[in-house]
């Protein structure tokens, strides 16, 4: 992976991050689009992430949890709202209940969007969050970082890929 930038813009209550990888936009759109896939890097290194529910279309769901390196699951969900392969995936995004129910709070918006771009893929992942006290709370938990880090692991999948 190519890191190129991260930014957030506080009167927005946003927090945007791109990176660019080798591989073509429908290779990298199936590492959004496949929940098996998916779970290979959603979450950083050490917090594999497990999807429970995973309804690919305009308003489906999905569920999943990150397990923790002490055994904890910390769980999330999602409700996809446009999707419009290879290139733009948005979906609402909020922490949950153990078992996936939506947690009190309201929700983020996370939109990926990948272009070509000098033979890459460019992948920006914009978080819109609802309230500056979420942004600040998800910022002082490490979501920065920690997309960083889960993106990283996009780049050894392909890697994989290209062994095979």
């Known amino acids: 992976m190519t890191f190129i930038e991260s930014s957030k813009d506080v009167d927005a209550l946003t927090l945007t991050i791109v990176s660019e ?11 959004l689009s496949d929940p098996r896939q ?6 950083p290194p050490g917090y594999p992430a497990t999807f429970e529910v995973f309804e690919f279309e305009p308003g ?8 923790t ?7 999330g969900w999602w409700r996809f709202v446009e999707i419009e392969p290879p290139v733009r995936l ?3 995004d909020g922490f949950a209940e ?3 129910a939506p947690a ?15 033979g890459r893929t460019r992948m920006t992942q914009l978080s819109r969050f609802a309230s500056i006290g979420q942004l600040e709370e998800l910022l002082a938990m490490g979501q920065e970082q920690g997309m960083i880090e889960a993106l990283s692991q996009i780049e050894g999948i392909l890697s994989a890929d290209v062994a095979r």
């Open 98 to 100: 153990e078992g996936g």
């Open 69 to 75: 390196p002490e055994g904890t699951k910390a769980w």
């Open 90 to 92: 948005a979906l609402d």
């Open 104 to 118: 009190p709070g309201e929700p983020g918006r996370f939109i990926t969007t990948l272009e070509e771009h000098d």
């Open 38 to 43: 998916l779970e290979r890097w959603w979450g």
């Open 60 to 67: 489906g769901r999905a569920t999943y949890y990150m397990t």
């Open 21 to 31: 990888y080798d591989a073509p936009l429908e290779r990298i759109w199936q590492l």
